[in-house]
């Protein structure tokens, strides 16, 4: 390999490129981004920078040096439109081909949005440039409805509601979360927010947007409508895999890779738009989370060198909601059984343990970060008895 | 080698305290590092790279 190509600039192709070098691998590395920004990190779009304790600067991935220490070609801004598998080639928007013979997926996903033209007022949240606008109109107190109570949504309600707006959490779901963490752990973010006073508008079917230019309210399935002068639209994720159509590659969900995140010979992917054989849990996943972009591009980068390692890290995430930190290692599927232990020393703490057919599949802190280190220590136990295929 | 953390960054992973175990430590009460040694000795450069690394917030720099 001495032509590598890296489509996407943020953690996951970030970290494929410096892995790359520090593997010792001295060809040409060229990273192509869509966004026209470094690259940054997203964790605090909907923390420290929506709530204005940083400014965008801190967010950098690296400094200056770093960036340039790693001898890459950059082409920030400019959008990958497809890649002829067959030929070696990624095309960029404007046609230009970038040949390769080791090429890195890290595209990433989009937010998912609503059907139709919106108002002003309605964002979605992936980008710091989405951050830095919603940031800006939430200076002027608008009344905001979030919709879409997954993590994302119920985490920048929290913020949203720290800076003193008046927020409403409308999720489809009975409670905020609860598809993540189980019905127990939603009941309590949900009395969380309740507390902080956020409105809770569970189960709700969302019909459209009121307003002309700019945006009114929400329109609710029965007629009744939220109002609102500012909206996030937190439904979810789209894979960014548009300019991989007609390339050959299986895109299920995502790209389709193996046990070493290989899509293709000399063809990895790495982070959110990755879906892999993930040898510890026997399963297909697609983790969509910081740190799991961060090792997934390294890994990617050494198996395209050669290194032939099985990825199965632990999947880990955090949300800081209120004075709650939440902390999950692992996966808590619908089946898993969840039980709560609490720390009888300090009330409000507790560690969750989910099982699926009595093997730890996950834990989660809440506030409780170093029982949670002794959990996470359980849990690698447990994945590394899981019996390996073939 | 000299360490340095942020603070402020820090969102208590704990994978620090994982890959170097006599640089790091967690705060009880809210899981956010504490260095143990600020300038730990060469042969722990590996899992101070190791640290840096996985560190999801990128709290943790070194100066070598």
């Not at chain 1, 969509?288 to 880990?316: D, K, T, V």
């Amino acid at each position: 390999v001495r032509r590598v190509v890296i489509v996407g600039a943020s953690a996951a192709g970030l970290a494929a490129a410096e892995t790359l070098r520090a593997e010792g691998f001295d060809g040409t590395i060229t990273m192509v981004g869509e966004e026209r920004h470094a690259p940054y990190d997203r964790p605090p779009l909907s923390k420290q920078l929506m709530s204005g304790s940083w400014e965008a600067e801190r967010l950098a991935l690296r400094d200056r040096g770093a960036i340039d220490a790693l001898g890459a070609a950059w082409r920030l801004g400019v959008r990958a439109t497809a890649l002829d598998a067959a030929g070696r080639e990624v095309v960029l928007k404007g046609g230009e081909r970038l040949p390769f013979d080791g090429l890195v997926i890290a595209t990433g996903i989009h937010a998912r949005r609503l059907p139709g033209a919106m108002p002003a007022g309605v964002h979605v949240l992936r980008t710091v440039d989405d951050a830095l606008a919603i940031r800006a109109a939430l200076a002027a107190q608008p009344r905001v409805v979030v919709i879409g109570s997954g993590v994302l949504g119920t985490e920048f309600a929290a913020t949203a509601r720290g800076l003193g707006c008046e927020v409403t959490l409308a999720g489809k779901a009975a409670l905020p979360m609860a598809r993540q963490f189980g019905p127990d752990i939603g009941k309590m973010i949900a009395d969380r927010h309740r507390e902080a006073g956020v409105v809770l508008r569970p189960r709700a079917e969302v019909l459209g947007i009121e307003g002309e230019a700019h945006v009114a309210g929400v329109r609710l399935a029965g007629g009744e409508i939220l109002p609102a002068e500012l909206v996030l639209v937190a439904i979810g994720s789209v894979p960014a895999t548009g300019w991989l159509e007609g390339s050959g590659l299986d895109l299920a969900d995502g790209v389709v890779c193996d046990a070493y995140c290989r899509a293709a010979p000399g063809i990895h992917a790495a982070g959110d738009v990755t879906s892999w054989w993930h040898a510890g849990y026997r399963r297909r996943l697609r983790i969509e989370h910081r740190m799991n972009a961060a090792e997934q591009g390294a890994a990617a980068a050494r198996n395209l060198l050669g290194a032939g390692e099985a990825f199965r890290p632990i999947p880990f995430l955090w949300s800081d909601q209120f004075d709650v930190k939440l902390q999950a290692y692992g996966l808590f599927p619908p089946e898993g059984d969840i039980t709560i232990e609490l720390d009888p020393a300090v009330p409000g703490r507790f560690v969750a343990f989910c099982r699926v057919e009595g093997r730890l599949w996950g834990v989660l802190g809440w506030n409780a970060v170093r029982a949670l280190r002794q959990a996470r220590q359980h849990l690698a136990e447990s994945l590394s008895e899981v019996p390996q295929p073939g | 080698m000299r360490v340095i953390i942020e603070e402020d960054k820090c969102c208590g992973a704990g994978q620090c305290v994982m890959a170097a175990p006599t640089v790091f430590d967690q705060r009880e009460e809210d899981g956010i590092v504490i260095l143990l040694d600020e300038t730990p000795p060469d042969d722990k450069l590996d899992e101070v790279k190791q640290a840096i690394r996985l560190c999801p917030a990128l709290a943790i720099k070194v100066e070598v």
